[in-house]
T-cell receptor, first 114, second 113 residues
Framework: DQQVKQNSPSLSVQEGRISILNCDYT??????FLWYKKYPAEGPTFLIS?????DKNEDGRFTVFLNKSAKHLSLHIVPSQPGDSAVYFC?????????????FGKGTKLSVKP | ETGVTQSPTHLIKTRGQQVTLRCSSQ?????VSWYQQALGQGPQFIFQ???????GRGNFPPRFSGLQFPNYSSELNVNALELDDSALYLC????????????FGPGTRLTVL
């Protein structure tokens, strides 16, 4: 049973527009959420994170929004650039007794077209 | 500052064999975690090592085992390989207590025939 779900396997966006990647989770005990970006033949690279006590975190072109009541978070990329094309993973952590265990979604492949 | 490195890059084994994968943690990091990423899936936590001791384990059978050395590098050993063990194996390191700041290596692609 998946605890972190990314229901869109792929997303295509025009350069300069906004990319919105979504993630849902089932366990209300998660206290930290992260987004990783992965290029082919490379390991995941940390992008941005948010604590469960916040509802928004912004870093340059990247903003993560957390809606705890809906158990939903989203990553906004504005403006999207061709170099943003990659697989984006949502991850959650913080379950008691499972420190360090990041639970990942299946990923969303973002394609940004020039 | 040296990042997380893994070896080998690719590996082909046959069912029933044993394999050892290696990971060097990022400079200053003393905690290493291993993940398995099957095709089309997200990484799945195997286990974590801190100060040479296993510090948490995911839902993987005992034939998946590991070691951490005094220099914080780590090995993942898999015995009695099965076809479903074919995957990308990722190593991640972090400094003590900073579990949410895990830095990943490029992975080892294991193919079991």
């Amino acid at each position: 049973d998946q605890q972190v779900k990314q229901n869109s396997p792929s997303l295509s966006v025009q350069e300069g527009r906004i990319s919105i990647l979504n993630c849902d989770y089932t366990n209300s005990m998660f206290d930290y959420f992260l987004w990783y970006k992965k290029y082919p033949a490379e390991g995941p690279t940390f992008l941005i994170s948010i604590s469960s006590i916040k509802d928004k975190n912004e870093d340059g072109r990247f903003t993560v929004f957390l809606n705890k009541s809906a158990k939903h978070l989203s990553l906004h990329i504005v403006p999207s650039q061709p170099g943003d094309s990659a697989v984006y993973f949502c991850a959650a952590s913080g379950l008691r007794g499972s420190q360090g265990n990041l639970i990942f979604g299946k990923g969303t492949k973002l394609s940004v077209k020039p | 500052e040296t990042g997380v490195t893994q070896s080998p890059t690719h590996l082909i084994k046959t069912r029933g064999q044993q394999v050892t994968l290696r990971c060097s943690s990022q400079s200053g990091h003393n905690t290493v975690s291993w993940y398995q990423q099957a095709l089309g899936q997200g990484p799945q936590f195997i286990f974590q090592y801190y100060r040479e001791e296993e510090n948490g384990r995911g839902n993987f059978p005992p034939r998946f085992s590991g070691l951490q050395f005094p220099n914080y590098s780590s090995e993942l050993n898999v015995n009695a390989l099965e076809l479903d063990d074919s995957a990308l194996y990722l190593c991640a390191s972090n400094s003590a207590g900073k579990f949410n700041e895990q830095f990943f290596g490029p992975g080892t692609r294991l193919t079991v025939l």
